[in-house]
């Protein structure tokens, strides 16, 4: 069975999924990322992730950002998009599962009522 037509361009999106605070990773994608950057998976653990919720989540790191308060460390906070896809991690890969995305969906309908392509809510 094809996937459904996806609804939403990335593209066009300030990365709102990218400013979730907890964008959780498995071993898994600890190894990904480590080959990425071609360091030991140990590195690559300790450089790019840390853990939460008292030590049961392992999640990205994050850096300051213009828009959001803070975005995923790989995400360029210029251009607007992940820097390092073909190595993200698998909940990023999976977003947002279904052929619509409701962040997107709320930025197009702000985008009409304010009569701005270009209007990022809560961004002066």
Known sequence: MPAPKRK??????????????????TARDVARLARHFGVAEAVARERFTKLVDDGKRRVLRHKQD???????????????????????????????????CGYYDFLLWERDQQGDEEFIPGHP
């Open 8 to 25: 939403y361009d990335c593209t066009k999106c300030p990365g709102y999924c990218c400013s979730y605070d907890w964008i959780e990773v």
């Open 66 to 100: 213009h828009v959001f308060k803070t975005t995923c460390m790989f995400f360029d906070q210029d251009e607007r998009r992940c820097t390092i896809y073909a190595a993200r991690p698998g909940v990023c890969r999976e977003y947002p599962v279904t052929a619509r």
